[in-house]
């Protein structure tokens, strides 16, 4: 089944519904020097290339689920090898290298996308939409903008933070929207932005809630899914999901 979640940050944690290309070349800065990556595709979820700053150059092989990617940075000069992870947000990468317990986040922009020959894909209606239950009903309270956010910082005696903030919007007629989002990591020796403006409402995804449960349908045409994320809770602004296995997500409104 081909993409039909490409870019809903609410998703992550419905990998079955997704896949994503991580393929392109991204730029970024990391403590104000200049990083450069290139990815290609190496089979289905792996993926190889090269990254480089004003020093070294990195040989990076990783696999993907859904929109995380994780695998290894090898640098041959220095005899070394990087533990790499990192989450694609629309075309934001935001990446983390480790190496004896120290982390070195950098946020990437991808400025362009190496286009992978796809076979045997299923001819779907183009710009199909889910049909929902019978009972499907669109809670008022959950119409609107909401953002999600993710903050780190370093802690005592290091200073390294990381922010993110992602939007995404549930409409009354049951549509979903991605309406981008924002990264920010510094240090004392510099800062680096990184914004994406979103792609819109998102094609063949629907929403709906039943008994405080929030359900997701999603189809290419050819094959229709339903997940639910969760029970939510909605309370001063805040809204809570709480998925089947316990995992959280908190969100703010923003309209």
């Not at 970024?28 to 290139?38: F, I, K, S």
């Not at 935001?94 to 120290?102: E, H, I, N, P, Q």
Request: with cysteine; proline share 4%; charged share 15%.
């Amino acid at each position: 089944m081909k993409p039909i979640l490409p870019i809903l940050y609410l998703i992550i944690s419905l990998p079955c519904l997704q896949a994503q290309d991580f393929s392109g070349q991204y730029n970024g800065e990391y403590n104000g020097d200049a990083v450069q990556l290139t990815l290609e595709s190496a089979g289905t979820s792996k993926w190889s290339g090269v990254m480089t700053d004003s020093e070294q150059t990195y040989k990076i092989t990783a696999t993907s689920q859904g929109k995380d990617l994780s695998g290894k940075a090898a640098c041959e000069a220095l005899g070394i090898s990087l533990d790499l992870s990192g989450r694609l947000n629309g075309n934001v990468l935001d990446l983390k290298m480790s190496f004896m317990g120290v982390e070195m986040p950098v946020a990437l922009q991808r400025s362009g996308t190496t286009k992978t020959p796809t076979t045997n894909a299923p001819s779907g209606k183009t710009g199909a939409m889910p049909k929902l239950p019978a009972n499907a009903k669109h809670d008022p309270a959950l119409v609107g903008t909401w953002e999600r956010q993710e903050n780190y910082n370093s802690g005592a005696g290091m200073d390294g933070y990381y922010s993110n903030s992602s939007f995404l919007a549930f409409n009354a007629d049951g549509t979903l929207s991605d309406l981008g989002g924002e990264t920010m990591v510094g240090s004392n020796a510099g800062s680096g932005r990184a914004g994406s403006g979103g792609s819109g409402i998102v094609p063949g995804v629907k929403w709906y809630t039943e008994n405080k449960g929030l359900f997701l349908v999603a189809t290419d045409g050819v094959q229709t899914e339903t997940a639910r994320l969760g029970r939510y809770y909605i309370e001063n602004g805040t809204l809570l999901i709480t998925a089947d296995n316990g995992t959280k997500q908190l969100f703010y409104k923003r309209n």
